[in-house]
């Protein structure tokens, strides 16, 4: 790609390449980056930092990443006079993975959300969100590390999908006499109107990529988390597709709960357990029966829910990561948004970030370099070196800058 207005291609490195379904990823490949609004530029360059030295390090320098900075947020808006330019989301595409720090919203920028916007242009249906607790971080709760799940949400429709219209507006109205009028169904005057679509398609291929991540991993159980006891058609019909996924698809690796008590005595033999869960009640669940959940995997704004609630459990949005999927592109980025507040101040967590890279690392296959991050940092937390969102809290903690965490992840590898 020669024609780029704002990226320049690295002089060396080659493209990472799907071939048969597969990654094929070179020794050098490039990964386009963007550095983010407000706190991203701050928790971006530390964590960049860890992830070179972890890759040379744990391949004796035979492995580096060529990054190629992309633009997107303010930093394109000043280069470009657009948010989001055409040829960030083409790059992504072309190079399959990259990673990202967070994103503002432009108010009267014409966006919802940036980063909506560029999930939906890249169709990365699946967001993925692990949260597991670091031994030392301070939580709310008694037991933190009893919470050790995944979650898969889907991030392209559902209420997010951006279709609403404003109360009193042209079409608000026109929708509630038509619905009045067609199928009988009262709607107060005045009223906003959003529309929900959940469809087999994208809850079908959400659902089947958790099923598999659980089934390569080994993982327990796979939870279907949805409100269908009230959205009948959309929460409900998420949960029966998800059940129709497990039945077609994996019917050797997987069995429902209701047979694995009624035919196989509560021994589960290996295979992964599919239930599902009433949204209100899973967040009583992860409170008070944690061990019992594993994969979860749900619709859009439960997973914007639950993964926030699951992440301060296991002491807050600073080391709370996250992954952007679909078959061919992974987008990777921390859960937290800009904290303007805190923006240029060198102050804030970067492990957020620096673990969406250890996902990005997995992704690659250089599992190697990934563990050595996730011990890096829990050594560093466990020696009390920490930012100030988690040495405010801890007993004799030494607080360091968002530079100085990740020097002493590095110092740790
Ligand atoms: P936020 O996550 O930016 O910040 C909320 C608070 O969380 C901060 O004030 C801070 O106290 C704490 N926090 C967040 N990240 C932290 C870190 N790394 N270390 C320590 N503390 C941290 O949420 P917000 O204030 O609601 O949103 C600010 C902007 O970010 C908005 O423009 C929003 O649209 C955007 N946003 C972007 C993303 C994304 O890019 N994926 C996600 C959420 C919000």
Redesign the pocket.
């Known amino acids: 790609m020669t024609d780029n207005k704002l990226a320049k291609v690295p002089n060396s490195g080659e493209i990472i390449k799907y071939i048969n379904e597969t990654l094929e990823v070179p020794n050098n490949p490039i990964i386009p980056f963007i550095s983010?609004?407000?706190?991203g530029p701050d928790?971006w360059f530390a964590s960049v930092r860890v992830f070179d030295a972890a890759v040379k390090k744990a391949f004796d320098n035979t492995k580096k990443i060529e990054w190629m900075e992309v633009y997107a947020g303010e930093k394109a808006h000043e280069l470009s006079g657009e948010w989001l330019p055409e040829e960030t989301a083409q790059i992504i595409k072309k190079y399959s993975v990259a990673i990202?720090?967070?994103?503002?919203?432009p108010i009267g920028g014409g966006f919802r959300?940036?980063?909506v916007s560029l999930r939906q242009i890249l169709d990365l249906y699946a967001c993925i969100r692990p949260v597991r607790h670091f031994e030392g971080v301070p939580s709310p709760v008694k037991e933190p590390q009893k919470l050790n799940v995944v979650i898969y949400r889907e991030n392209t429709e559902d209420v997010y999908a951006g279709i609403e219209w404003k109360s009193g507006s042209k079409e608000a109205k026109q929708l509630i006499e038509y619905i009045r009028d067609n199928f009988g169904k009262n709607i107060r005057d005045l009223s906003g109107i959003g529309i929900k679509p959940i469809s087999p398609f994208n809850s079908k291929r959400l659902v089947k990529k958790a099923l598999q991540f659980a089934v390569d991993k080994n993982r327990s159980s796979i939870t279907l988390v949805h409100k269908g006891n009230i959205q009948k058609f959309t929460e409900g019909a998420f949960r029966d597709w998800g059940y129709e996924v497990a039945k077609d698809d994996f019917s050797s690796q997987v069995i429902s709960e209701a047979d694995l008590w009624d035919k196989y005595n509560g021994q589960a033999n290996g295979k992964v357990v599919i239930k599902d869960r009433i949204a209100d009640s899973i967040f009583q669940q992860i409170l008070l029966r944690p061990t019992e959940y594993d994969v979860l995997a749900t619709t859009n704004l439960n997973g914007d829910y639950i993964s926030d609630a699951c992440a301060a459990q296991v002491g807050?949005?600073?080391l709370a990561p996250g992954a952007n999927i679909s078959d061919e592109v992974a987008l990777f980025?921390?859960?937290?948004?800009?904290?303007?507040?805190?923006a240029g101040q060198n102050k804030?967590?970067?492990?957020?970030?620096i673990l969406s890279g250890v996902m990005m690392l997995e992704h690659l296959g250089w599992h190697k370099a990934a563990d050595m991050i996730v011990d890096a940092t829990q050594r560093t937390i466990s020696e009390k070196t920490v930012?100030?969102?988690l040495a405010r809290q801890m007993e004799g903690a030494t607080k360091v800058s968002t530079s100085g965490f990740a020097d002493a992840i590095i110092a740790n590898l």
């Open positions: 983010g609004d407000g706190i928790i990202k720090g967070p994103l503002t919203t959300s940036l980063n807050g949005l600073g980025e921390a859960t937290h948004g800009t904290a303007p507040k805190y804030v967590n970067p492990g957020s970030l930012t100030y969102d």
